[in-house]
């Protein structure tokens, strides 16, 4: 395939990804690859991805299917219609990777299995993310975030003690799928690069979840006692919490070797280090509220910015909670060009969420190439892969 000016800068410039995904785990790690300098070319059903319809909409336009899938190319092919089937098989021999979130076994009804697209292209990375996986029992099951994030324990240690369930509050479900098969495919490129053979890459949001557990899963298999919401603070280091201060909350991570005792007399009580409660980490965690207790007593006399000030100037790891707005006005994250913009045709200038994989061989630039309208290359596309069907 030809590769898209519009996303040749990156490490991988030159690969072809084709995006069979919807709604949000598949796009996301779409966009990544997009991101990191593939060619994307957004495959849409006849109607197009569902997502467009998901608000908020600006002059239409679905700010959430924006965020998703700038840069992108876009065709539309039904996949049960005869010359569109060939126009896609045409794209396959000439792709990098064909990347699908559908349930399990959707391929396959297709008549798309792996079978036939190494068939096609024997150098092809399959990647699919689904909600359960290819195999097992639960793999014909559908899924979105809340329901993996409720089977893969996140929920169970989410939120206040003696709380109601609670959903962590952005699609972790997804978002972590994406990653991981993002991942999964540039190490399948890597490995293509050595060997020169394809492979399927499988992630399920599920197992991502469970992934995503870490020391949860390590603590109960070491203890036997189950994990539980624990709101702020860590199972097992204190103080690592948010602590109430005058006007709002400041988060401290102050409980390892000598760090509490700067962060006591960082705040005027020295004699915390000293005092049997607290001398040690296993005393700390035993007696976590009494200390929370103190700590509060103390942090409540003052400003969350006073306490943010002296912290930070005794090494102290800590931050204010900070709501989305003030994401941005800070000049960090601005600094860090987390927060970039899309100038789309309809809805004017739009700020999204940045790239967080920085690196030195390549810019980062501040504005991004928005999101296509539905079949908006088809034309394009049909001609470039017309042509190689005969």
């Known amino acids: 395939m030809t590769e898209n000016p519009e996303t040749a800068d990156g490490p991988l410039a030159g690969i072809t990804v084709i995006d069979l995904t919807r709604a949000l785990a598949g796009p996301y790690g779409t966009m990544l690859l997009g991101e990191l300098g593939a060619r994307i070319v957004k495959v849409e059903p006849p109607g197009g991805d569902p997502a467009r319809e998901i608000g908020p909409h600006v002059a239409g336009q679905s700010v959430y299917f924006m965020s998703l899938n ?27 990777v064909l990347y699908e979130n559908y349930r399990a076994g959707t391929m396959e009804k297709l008549g798309y299995g792996w079978d036939v697209l190494k068939g096609l292209n024997p150098r092809l990375v399959y990647a699919a993310t689904s909600g359960f996986g290819q195999t097992g029992p ?24 003696g709380g109601p369930p609670t959903r962590v509050g952005t699609s972790i479900g997804d978002i972590a799928a994406g990653l991981f098969t993002a991942l999964g495919v540039a190490s399948a490129l890597q490995h293509r690069a050595r060997t020169g053979e394809g492979m399927t890459v499988d992630v399920a949001m599920l197992d991502s979840q469970v992934a995503l557990l870490e020391n949860a899963v390590a603590r109960y298999g070491a203890t036997g006692i189950a994990p539980g919401p624990l709101g702020a ?59 929370k207790a103190e ?8 400003p969350t910015d006073r306490w943010h000030g002296l912290l930070e100037a005794a090494g102290i790891p800590c931050g204010p909670i900070n709501a989305v707005p003030d994401l941005f006005e800070n000049v960090h994250i601005a600094e860090r060009n987390m927060i970039i913009s899309i100038d789309d045709p309809d809805a004017g200038t739009m700020r999204l969420a940045g790239q967080p994989i920085k690196m030195s061989a390549y810019a980062d630039p501040t504005n991004r190439t928005p999101m296509p309208r539905l079949n908006e290359h088809g034309d394009r596309l049909r001609a470039e892969f017309g042509e190689a069907t005969e």
């Not at 809340?146 to 939120?159: E, H, L, N, R, Y």
């Not at 700590?295 to 003052?302: D, G, N, R």
Request: proline share 4%; no cysteine; charged share 25%.
């Open 295 to 302: 700590i509060e007593s103390v942090l409540e006399t003052a």
């Open 138 to 161: 639960y793999s014909h099951r559908p899924a979105y975030d809340m329901v993996v994030q409720a089977m893969g324990g996140i929920v169970s240690i989410t939120g206040q003690p």
């Open 70 to 96: 700038r840069g992108k190319e876009s065709i539309v092919l039904d996949l049960k219609d005869a010359a569109d089937r060939r126009i896609f098989e045409a794209m396959v021999r000439r792709a990098d």
């Open 233 to 291: 603070r860590h199972p097992s280091v204190a103080p690592f919490d948010a602590f109430r201060t005058a006007d709002g909350h400041i988060v401290v991570a102050a409980g390892h070797g000598s760090m509490f005792a700067r962060f006591a007399e960082a705040v005027g009580r020295p004699q915390w280090a000293a005092d049997a409660r607290f001398a040690t980490l296993a005393d700390r965690l035993a007696n976590v509220d009494a200390l």
